[in-house]
């Protein structure tokens, strides 16, 4: 049992590149989410995904797009890159809407030069 | 206002001994969750305990303990017993309702975290 995979774990961008960071989770959990973490910081939601062909902006959602494939995949896209979204990103999943537990993937740890 | 607060950005405790890591909030919603996650050097986001804001019991996980004080909004962490791997980065987040466009979300809301060093 993977729970929530993300890949990649790492990626340095140049100001400009898009690139799509990828989740998936096989816990067949309802709704899906995006964080950003910055360095000394709580995670902040970017995009969240209450069921399968749902999407709505978090707190941060400025200079990013996200796609939820099916029920266990959910992408974050950067469409044009900046040295403000250097930041690690998580992935999260909940089962259902009062679980108690969010499941959080390893990261992507991205950097913008 | 900040809707998640942790007051100590660093906390040192003595080995075997306990460490209580404060977490105040501030929501309107009669139905929320506490939680607390433990954030080693490695990254990764492990939860640690759950507290329901219905649950009239502190909730108890192992070592941890939640100490929740509804009209004082708070929702402290224990940790009896420390060991070296307990040093890590320690986030309280609440879970609170979000505006949804179809279904229903929720979202959790962090802390800045307490960087917690147990020494030996």
């Known amino acids: 049992n993977a729970g929530v995979t993300q890949t990649p774990k790492f990626q340095v961008l140049k100001t400009g590149q898009s690139m799509t960071l990828q989740c998936a989770q096989d816990?067949?959990?309802?709704?899906m989410y995006w964080y950003r973490q910055d360095p000394g910081m709580g995670l902040r939601l970017i995009y969240y995904?209450?069921?399968?062909?749902?999407?709505d902006k978090g707190e941060v959602p400025n200079g990013y797009n996200v796609s939820r494939l099916n029920k266990r995949e959910f992408s974050l896209r950067l469409e044009s890159a900046a040295p403000s979204q250097t930041s690690v990103y998580f992935c999260?999943?909940?089962?259902?809407?009062?679980?108690?537990?969010?499941?959080f993937g390893p990261g992507t740890r991205l950097t913008v030069t | 206002a900040q809707k998640i607060t942790q007051t100590q950005p660093g906390m040192f405790v003595q080995e075997k001994e306990a460490v209580t890591l404060d977490c105040t909030y501030d929501?309107?919603?009669?139905?929320?969750?506490l939680f607390w996650y433990k954030q080693p050097s490695s990254g990764e986001m492990i939860f640690l305990i759950y507290?329901?804001?219905?649950?009239?019991q502190n909730a108890t996980e192992g070592r941890y303990s939640l100490n929740f004080q509804k009209a004082r909004k708070s929702a402290n962490l224990v940790i009896s017993a420390s060991q070296l791997g307990d040093s890590a980065m320690y986030f309280c987040?609440?879970?609170?309702?979000?505006?949804?466009?179809?279904?229903?979300?929720?979202?959790?809301?962090f802390g800045s975290g307490t960087q917690l060093t147990v020494l030996p």
């Open positions: 999260a999943s909940l089962r259902t809407v009062d679980s108690s537990e969010q499941y």
């Open positions: 816990m067949n959990h309802n709704s």
């Open positions: 995904s209450a069921s399968e062909g749902t999407t």
């Open positions: 929501t309107s919603d009669q139905s929320y969750g």
């Open positions: 507290q329901g804001s219905y649950d009239e």
């Open positions: 987040a609440m879970r609170e309702a979000l505006p949804i466009s179809s279904g229903s979300a929720r979202q959790l809301t």
